[in-house]
């Protein structure tokens, strides 16, 4: 009986000890689990931080230029990036988008626009180079002043204008944040039946 009572005893204190390291190997994996959870939680916060400073920032750019663009004034307009160097900026003629390059992995944003507008491109760089581009196409006619456009031109610069944003869609214009944007409205005279009408084209560069 005595021998079997300190058996019994041995097997007790193995249960114990199992149930110890058991216990341990629980703390350990639980402690992980949660340092895990914590560095995911920074890695999330940074780029959540990241992104909301990115949407402020496009967010201004994008209504500067609708801004601009809603004028029926010709004008040549100055907007200053206040947005972090590290972050690169995308501009086509629909949407402007940013993306940086954090610790913790890309964060990208983007932003529609409510209007159409044209950056610098192949066709042309500023205003000079685009109204060449319009006498070009509409037989030595600019549409300045008493030098009105007809009808007809309208078509071949609507044409030259959807070239230009295939071509920004593909390859948008990147600007340097370092720099100020120029942001210019062309205001173009046509003459029709009823009168001289003013069509706009805002353009983008620097």
Request: proline share 3%.
């Amino acid at each position: 009986m005595k021998t079997k009572f300190k058996d019994e005893r041995f097997q007790d204190d193995e249960r114990a000890w199992a149930d110890f390291l058991i216990t341990r190997v629980g703390l350990l994996l639980f402690s992980s689990i949660l340092l895990i959870s914590a560095f995911n939680i920074h890695t999330l916060f940074i780029q959540q931080e990241v992104a909301g400073k990115m949407d402020t920032g496009l967010s201004s750019l994008a209504s500067y230029i609708e801004d601009v663009d809603s004028t029926s004034i010709q004008g040549v307009h100055y907007y200053t990036f206040d947005i972090d160097p590290g972050v690169n900026i995308d501009i086509s003629s629909r949407y402007v988008s940013a993306y940086s390059d954090t610790k913790t992995g890309r964060v990208t944003r983007a932003r529609a626009l409510m209007t159409t507008f044209y950056p610098q491109n192949s066709i042309w760089d500023r205003r000079p180079e685009l109204l060449e581009a319009i006498a070009y196409r509409c037989e030595g006619r600019t549409g300045l002043g008493d030098d009105a456009l007809i009808d007809g031109d309208w078509q071949s610069i609507n044409e030259m204008l959807n070239q230009a944003g295939t071509e920004l869609a593909q390859e948008p214009f990147i600007p340097d944040t370092m720099q100020p944007l120029i942001v210019e409205k062309v205001i173009l005279n046509i003459r029709t039946e009823e009168g001289v009408e003013k069509r706009g084209v805002t353009i983008v560069y620097q």
